[in-house]
């Protein structure tokens, strides 16, 4: 069965500074999918973005980029510029790309708390 | 709108009585799964669906029943609640095989007394 680890319970940063979240998982698998999802106090579930694993470039969506080391099963979260509206829950997870099982396997999530 | 409903979005119920989670997307998704969120652990799925009338088991499946008899609805029953099951529970969808995002419901709050 795969895990995902947020070791990380809570992070702090200020505002405008770049932070970064870890996450690592561990799977056998060579074909899946990673996530961050972004959970405000609204409790929505947000997904900040996402990275195939047969993809070697990072992805990014304007101020989140992510670190992805398949061979040391580590994906990093980067948010650059940090906003007040960043303070959330963030969880990473993981999918099976083989099918099957349609879940996902989240780690227990990183509280970001802003500075202002 | 694409969306992911569930109701109620909030319920205080007792030990023992049935109750229903309602979930539906309008997306036409063929996978549906339920989740639950507690402290410190984050999110387990309880339950998924690949399509109508096929569903299994997840992580955390004691205590819940599903059906699916409906592609757009995947409703979570609670035979006989009990406290250890008070918990934030999410409704998720996608679209098919290899795809790869979930579209989370907005999250029903359940405390069982």
């Known amino acids: 069965a795969q895990t995902v680890t947020q070791s990380q319970p809570e992070m702090s940063v200020q505002e405008a500074e770049t932070v970064t979240l870890s996450c690592t998982y561990d799977?056998?698998?060579?074909?899946?999918?990673l996530f961050w999802y972004k959970q405000p106090p609204s409790r929505q579930m947000i997904l900040v973005i996402r990275q195939e694993a047969y993809k070697q470039q990072n992805a990014t969506e304007n101020r989140f980029s992510v670190n992805f080391q398949k061979a040391a099963k580590s994906f990093s979260l980067k948010i650059s510029d940090s906003q007040l509206g960043d303070a959330a829950m963030y969880f990473c997870a993981y999918r099976s790309g083989r099918g099957g099982a349609d879940g996902f396997t989240f780690g227990k999530g990183t509280h970001l708390i802003i500075q202002p | 709108e694409a969306q992911v409903t569930q109701n109620p979005r909030y319920l205080i119920t007792v030990t023992g009585k049935k109750l229903t989670v309602t979930c539906s997307q309008n997306m036409n998704h063929e996978y549906m799964s339920w989740y639950r969120q507690d402290p410190g652990l984050g999110l387990r799925q309880i339950y998924y669906s690949m399509n109508v009338e096929v569903t299994d088991k997840g992580d955390v499946p004691e205590g819940y029943k599903v059906s699916r008899k409906e592609k757009r609805n995947f409703p979570l029953i609670l035979e006989s609640p009990s406290p250890n099951q008070t918990s934030l529970y999410f409704c998720?969808?996608?679209?098919?095989?290899?795809?790869?995002?979930?579209?989370f419901g907005p999250g029903t709050r359940l405390t069982v007394l």
């Open positions: 799977t056998s698998e060579s074909d899946y999918y």
């Open positions: 998720a969808s996608s679209p098919g095989r290899g795809t790869d995002t979930q579209y």
